[in-house]
């Protein structure tokens, strides 16, 4: 039986402007081509250089209280434990055939952890963090370290540390995962390993601080005694208090006169690696976003794509040619080169402020390392 190679593409003389005049020869050339496996990049060139990033992902939207419905469902249906490891459910966009990928780059999910439940210790080379947008009574344990889950706080854990988690409270708790999973996938260069069975009794404490927080959690500070360049950030929580009062002195220094903020009524910061001030992950990076009530952003466009989770406020979101309104907890999907923009609309079940609070996370640091970052406002040149 002779092996058989399918051809990367089906060539043919095609009778169009800039391409060869169709004849027998330039048939029996592209037949030739097809046999050696070839093809010439007069055929090819408008799909592989566009004049503009052309996204293989659609924006779309996912309503956290359906999110949530499912989730308990599979709580009360599907075991935690080895094999599955995480009662995880990831978001599949529509244009990436099926898999379970948010956009080309990244991984989001809601992962729900059941009363008393322990999520078993693993490592993989996956980039990742966790992010509460409602609830608390789960600790990860990274690298034994017990680090408390609570409403607000960012938990950011670089490839290769070992994790688990335990839910210590008397009800389920659901947060969202954020992970570089499609972009290791597609460079073949993932790895995992199993951890231990069980994690200590010591491990199943609930410090009210992780070792972590109290070693890096000061603003401005950090121990001189510890190393100075790590794969990732050495804290692993961001507590929402500190966030919020970010958002809430940029809003007012803007209202008194001084500048700070993105643009007019737009307050946002970055998480950053309190060892060089860069991003919390090499591939990652993470954001929130405070939209005053009554305004909308300037239309941006990145090369990259981002993810999108409504911790607070509701509002509108234009992604394309495509706006929903939002409320708490829902995700949203922003391709590469997709325009952008947020209106924050105050209701009664608003936050005092009325604004619209995002969490954002984004591939920019690949895209920054390769120097492909690009950005565009409406509005400025």
Known sequence: ?????????????????????????????????????????WTEIGDLMPLHPTSKASPHLWRWGNLLDLADQAGHLVPVGRGGERRAIALANPSLGGR???????????????????????????????????????????????????????????????????????????????????FQYATESQFFEFGRDEISEEEHTTPERSRSQRLWGHPGLRPVSAPGSQPGTPLLSYRWVDTDAALRDQL?????????????????????????????????????????????????????????????????????????????????????????SARSEASASDSDSGALDLFRFSDAPIFEALHLQRTHVEGTN
């Open 1 to 41: 039986m002779t092996d058989q190679i399918a051809s990367p593409v089906r060539l043919c003389a095609v009778d169009a402007p800039d391409q060869p005049t169709p004849s027998a020869e330039l048939e029996e050339l592209y037949r030739g081509f097809e046999k050696e496996l070839l093809v010439p990049l």
């Open 100 to 182: 379970p990928f948010a956009t080309p780059t990244l991984w989001a999910a809601i992962q729900y952890l059941m009363p008393g439940e322990d999520a078993p210790e693993h490592r993989h080379t996956q980039h990742a963090f966790r992010f509460v947008v409602e609830g608390e009574g789960v600790w990860t344990v990274v690298g034994r370290d017990p680090v408390p889950m609570n409403r607000g706080d960012f938990l950011p854990q670089a490839g290769w540390n070992w994790h688990a988690h335990h839910n210590a409270a008397d009800r389920p708790m659901a947060w969202i995962d954020g992970l570089d999973i499609p």
């Open 252 to 340: 007012e220094l803007e209202a008194e006169g001084h500048p700070g903020t993105v643009e007019p009524g737009h307050a946002a910061v970055r998480y950053t690696n309190p060892t060089n001030g860069g991003d919390v992950l090499p591939t990652i990076r993470t954001e929130m976003h405070r939209v005053r009530s009554g305004t909308e952003t300037a239309p941006r466009r990145e090369a990259g794509s981002s993810v999108y989770q409504v911790f607070d406020g509701s509002g509108t979101v234009t992604v394309g040619d495509v706006s929903w309104s939002v409320t708490r907890g829902d995700l949203f999907v922003v391709p590469s080169w997709q325009p952008f």
